[in-house]
């Protein structure tokens, strides 16, 4: 079978279970393979978080940190570590230059300090108290887990934050870059 987009993911140890983000042009046979170079099988889960429509646009800018929940660095409004299984809303239109046009945002998520297992969920704001049910990175005590986010931009520009844990969690977020819709016309 020959595939015309190639993914290729790293740095997984046996027995833990880890998030990666990636963004890719499909090709127009839609085909997409996955190699690893580990000598024994992996099992892989594959989520699809968007798609950018024929005549949409990404727009790279230059990192911003817009979230930092630690008291020596904070930025942005919230403050501490995330209590597990509560929302943190976030509101990035104008930040780091996002417009208000823009449908998705790509973020540099890092889940710091975290005081138990878990993983963290980053979605578009809803009005729901239930999270989706798809991490965007997972997180042990005693290391620091960053990963690439892609996540639409929920009402008002704004962009929730569930840390899916017993324990506490820092979160940084950097802008890395945004989607826009195709032209109207």
Same mark, same amino acid.
């Given at each position: ?6 993914? #290729?993911?790293?740095?997984?140890? =046996?027995? %833990? ?5 990636? @963004?890719?042009?499909? =090709?127009?046979?839609?085909?997409? *393979? ?7 099988? @992996?099992? @892989? ?6 798609? @950018? ?8 800018? #230059? ?6 929940? /630690? ?44 005081? +138990? !297992? ?5 979605? !578009?704001? %809803?009005?729901?108290?239930?999270? =989706?049910?798809? *991490? *965007?990175?997972?997180?042990?005590? +005693? /290391?620091?887990? =960053? ?17 899916? #844990? ?20």
């Amino acid at each position: 079978m020959r595939a015309d987009c190639f993914l #290729t993911f790293r740095n997984y140890a =046996p027995g %833990q279970t880890k998030a990666s983000a990636t @963004v890719v042009s499909l =090709p127009a046979a839609g085909t997409v *393979s996955f190699y690893s170079d580990a000598g024994a099988g @992996v099992d @892989v889960i594959i989520d699809v978080v968007g798609s @950018v429509a024929s005549g949409g646009s990404y727009h790279a800018v #230059t990192p911003t940190r817009v979230v930092d929940t /630690r008291p020596t660095s904070l930025i942005g409004d919230l403050v501490g570590p995330l209590a597990g299984r509560v929302m943190h809303g976030v509101d990035l239109f104008g930040a780091a230059g996002i417009p208000a046009e823009a449908t998705a945002v790509v973020l540099n998520v890092t889940a710091i300090g975290p005081t +138990g !297992p878990g993983n963290l969920r980053v979605f !578009p704001w %809803q009005f729901s108290d239930v999270p =989706p049910n798809a *991490s *965007s990175l997972n997180y042990i005590p +005693g /290391r620091d887990i =960053p990963n690439l986010v892609v996540v639409g931009m929920g009402s008002g520009g704004w962009v929730d934050f569930w840390s899916d #844990t017993s324990g506490t969690v820092n979160l940084a977020a950097d802008v890395v870059g945004y989607v826009t819709a195709p032209a109207a016309g």
